[in-house]
Nanobody, 123 residues
């Protein structure tokens, strides 16, 4: 399984951005997809997850109401829409996949990782 994240960039605070993760390879082994992020000098943290088949979602408390995760099974993509961006959202955003149905927020539970896409929010 290969994951390719894209869509990052430089955005002003209050703006919006849509990240996308293209999933290729043995997609039948994927049951849950997620987004994590890593800010400078900080540990990687869970942002959101979605069931690849069922579409159920889970979010970190810090992003509820501003972030929306979605998937398109026909296109094999998982998107993360970010609204009302804040400077503290500045981070490298990674998409990840796992072979189990539970929407885990634990980094080590995910077997597949994309290369990350940089999001920078200016104040």
């Amino acid at each position: 399984v290969q994951l390719q994240a894209s869509g990052g960039g430089l955005v002003q605070a209050g703006g919006s951005l849509r990240l996308s993760c293209a999933v290729s390879g043995r997609t039948s082994s994927i049951y849950t997809m997620a987004w994590f992020r890593q800010a400078p000098g900080k540990a990687r943290e869970f942002v959101a997850a979605i069931g690849w088949i069922a579409g159920n979602t889970a979010y970190a408390d810090s992003v509820k109401g501003r972030f929306t995760i979605s998937r398109d099974n026909a296109k094999n993509t998982v998107d993360l829409e970010i609204n009302r961006l804040k400077p503290e959202d500045t981070a490298v955003y990674y998409c990840a996949g796992r072979r189990y149905k539970s929407a885990s927020g634990v980094e080590s539970d995910y077997e597949y990782w994309g290369q990350g896409t940089q999001v920078t929010v200016s104040s």
